[in-house]
């Protein structure tokens, strides 16, 4: 499973991948297992004046994982038995982080 994460201040976000090995998922499709970094130095920023025009951060490369456990609550096409069973997820980076992954039933 490889999941992508916008959510540059998660405490869980390694170069726009999520590192944590249990996420889930509320019935409004948000990432619940989002948590804000405290430690200023782990924060990781765009840098404005190479990314004006909105160039996509540098990203990791694919790692696939089999480890990871994804509760869901939503009503989603992926949602087997409160279990993800998708190849992999996208948490957006808007005020929440949101599962973009998903497709509603």
Do not use: W
């Not at 249990?22 to 765009?46: L, S, V």
């Not at 696939?64 to 949602?79: E, G, V, Y």
Request: charged share 30%; glycine share 4%; hydrophobic share 25%.
């Amino acid at each position: 499973m490889d999941l992508k994460c916008k959510k540059m201040n998660c405490e869980h976000n390694d170069g726009c991948a999520c590192v944590c090995k249990n996420i889930a998922i509320n019935k409004k499709c948000e990432c619940t297992t989002f948590k804000p970094c405290k430690d200023n130095d782990k924060k990781q920023h765009q840098d404005i004046s190479r990314d004006m025009f909105e160039v996509a951060p540098d990203l990791h490369p694919y790692r696939h994982n089999k480890k990871i456990d994804i509760n869901c609550s939503a009503k989603c096409l992926f949602n087997d038995g409160g279990k993800c069973k998708a190849n992999g997820i996208s948490v957006s980076n808007k005020h929440t982080a949101i599962c973009i992954t998903a497709i509603p039933k």
